[in-house]
Antibody, heavy 119, light 112 residues
C-alpha cells in the first residue's frame, strides 16, 4: 500500500523559513517523480513543485520559484520542500504526491500538513 | 498559464441520480506527443484528493464504472451515474499538458 506521510508544518512568521518532509513507503520511491501540491484554506489546489527520479531536474510555478526548493533522498525514501521568504499567501495545506510520469498526473497523495504564515 | 474553468461551482444531486461536470481550458490540451493530459480528482470532506480519471477517460485503479470521462481539445466532461453517498465532495480537473500544471476551481457535489 502506497503511503505518504508529511511532517514539519506549523506557524511561521512572514519572511522566515520552514522545511517540510514527506516519508514514502509501499513503492519503490526512486522510480517515481514526486511533487508538492498546496491548498489554501477553503480554496482550490495549486501545484507547487516537482522533482525527477534522480533529483537532477526540478520544476516550479512562478509563484514560488526562487523561494521554494524541492529535494529528495532516495536512500531514505523521503521528499522535502524548503520554503524561504514565506508570505501570508503561502498559508495552505501542503500535500506530498507521487507523480506518475507516463500519465503526467498525481496518483497518490499524503494526508497533508498545514503551514500558517502569520505574525 | 492555462486557465481551467469548471462548471457548475455547486451541484445538488439526489442519491441514485446522474450528474455531469464540465471543465474547459483556455487552450488546447493536446500535447505534442499526441496525448491529452486532462485528469479528474475527488476530494471528500476532510480528505486529500484522490485520482478518479486520467488522460480524459481512463478510470484509475479501484474507481467504479459509474464514473466516466470524455472530451477533447478544450472541452471535457465528468459524468457520474447512480450517485452514492461516498461520491459527495469537491471534484477538480487538472491539466498537465502545459507548464505550469493547473487545476480547475472545483465543483462541489452535494445532496439536494
Amino acid at each position: 500500500e502506497v503511503q505518504l506521510v508529511e511532517s514539519g508544518g506549523g506557524l511561521v512568521q512572514p519572511g522566515r523559513s520552514l522545511k517540510l518532509s514527506c516519508a514514502a513507503s509501499g513503492f519503490t520511491f526512486s522510480n517515481y517523480y514526486m511533487a508538492w501540491v498546496r491548498q489554501a484554506p477553503k480554496k482550490g489546489l495549486e501545484w507547487v513543485a516537482t522533482i525527477s527520479t534522480s533529483g537532477s531536474r526540478t520544476y516550479y510555478p512562478d509563484s514560488v520559484k526562487g523561494r521554494f526548493t524541492i529535494s529528495r533522498d532516495n536512500a531514505k525514501s523521503s521528499l522535502y520542500l524548503q520554503m524561504n521568504s514565506l508570505k501570508s499567501e503561502d498559508t495552505a495545506t501542503y500535500y506530498c504526491a507521487r507523480q506518475e510520469e507516463q500519465l503526467r498526473t498525481f496518483d497518490y497523495w499524503g494526508q497533508g500538513v498545514m503551514v500558517t504564515v502569520s505574525s | 498559464d492555462v486557465l481551467m474553468t469548471q462548471t457548475p461551482v455547486s451541484l445538488p444531486v439526489s442519491l441514485g441520480g446522474q450528474v455531469s461536470i464540465s471543465c474547459r481550458s483556455s487552450q488546447s490540451l493536446v500535447h505534442s506527443d499526441g496525448n491529452t493530459y486532462l485528469h479528474w480528482y475527488l476530494q471528500k470532506p476532510g480528505q486529500s484528493p484522490q485520482l478518479l480519471i486520467y488522460r480524459v477517460s481512463n478510470r484509475f485503479s479501484g474507481v467504479p464504472d459509474r464514473f466516466s470521462g470524455s472530451g477533447s481539445g478544450t472541452d471535457f466532461t465528468l459524468k457520474i451515474s447512480r450517485v452514492e453517498p461516498e461520491d459527495l465532495g469537491v471534484y477538480y480537473c487538472l491539466q498537465s499538458t502545459h507548464f505550469p500544471w493547473t487545476f480547475g476551481g472545483g465543483t462541489k457535489l452535494e445532496l439536494k
